[in-house]
């Protein structure tokens, strides 16, 4: 399959573009110097003679960037208006499949209950563009979701300080690329990806009091994510698990 591939030097994506072409893809990726994620009729021409794209990219803001809402201005318009220009565009040049990341944070807590992905949402602060990113990509015929859970080990960045002792849902980045290339052969929709959920405390990192998750986005949440329907889809698993990340 062709494959062209939006972010791949982010942290999933230089995972996913060697895999990609380990399973016999022919890959493309897009030259942020001569075409914008935002320029419908530039991301036309890209993806023209292409039958799948993946957009695994993001904009991060890294240390104390990450409490400021100016500071997740990049990645929302990546998320919103960049998405919203993709599946215009995919469709305009005939690309079967579009996927797209996404997070799997966006859940309302949860408690000990297994959130899958009827599970209700509550998206606050920067989570909001995901669900704006899903809404958008959805609308293409082939548009296939990935709510990815906390990005850990790898070349993954240093997690934040974990807050309670609810369930979390973390996944290796190599683990998340694979996620994505099998998601080329699953049906439309929305999937869950992260290894098999753990609670905090059994994750080797500092824990504040649940006191002070109202400080921390939506990292207090108890979302004990699972991802048995990209399994069933698709075969995929995580080779790592959750607690072998840290």
């Not at 318009?77 to 990341?101: D, K, S």
């Not at 015929?141 to 002792?165: C, S």
Request: hydrophobic share 45%; charged share 20%; net charge neutral.
């Amino acid at each position: 399959m062709k494959v062209f591939v939006i972010g791949a030097t982010g942290v999933i994506g230089r995972e996913a573009v060697p895999q990609l072409r380990a399973a016999g893809h022919e890959v493309g990726v897009l030259d942020r110097h001569t075409t914008s994620m935002f320029d419908e009729q530039a991301m036309v021409s890209a993806l023209t003679g292409y039958e799948a794209v993946i957009n695994l990219a993001t904009r991060i803001p890294l240390g104390l960037k990450m409490l400021r809402a100016s500071g997740w201005a990049d990645n929302d318009r990546i998320r919103t208006e960049g998405t919203a220009v993709l599946a215009r565009a995919a469709e305009q040049a005939g690309v079967r499949v579009v996927v797209q990341e996404g997070i799997s944070f966006v859940y309302a807590d949860g408690g000990d209950a297994e959130l899958d992905e009827t599970a209700p949402i509550d998206a606050i602060g920067p989570t909001r563009s995901s669900v704006v990113a899903q809404e958008n990509v959805l609308r293409h015929p082939g548009g296939v979701f990935l709510r990815i859970g906390m990005l850990l080990g790898g070349a993954a960045a240093p997690p934040p300080v974990f807050v309670g002792n609810g369930w979390m849902s973390a996944v290796h980045p190599a683990d998340a690329a694979a996620a994505a290339v099998a998601a080329l052969g699953a049906s439309p929709g929305v999937y869950n990806v992260g290894a098999d959920p753990v609670r905090k405390h059994d994750m080797r990192r500092p824990h504040l009091p649940q006191v002070f998750a109202r400080f921390a986005f939506v990292f207090g949440r108890s979302q004990r994510v699972v991802t048995h329907k990209l399994t069933a889809e698709t075969g995929w698993r995580p080779r790592h698990e959750a607690t072998e990340l840290l």
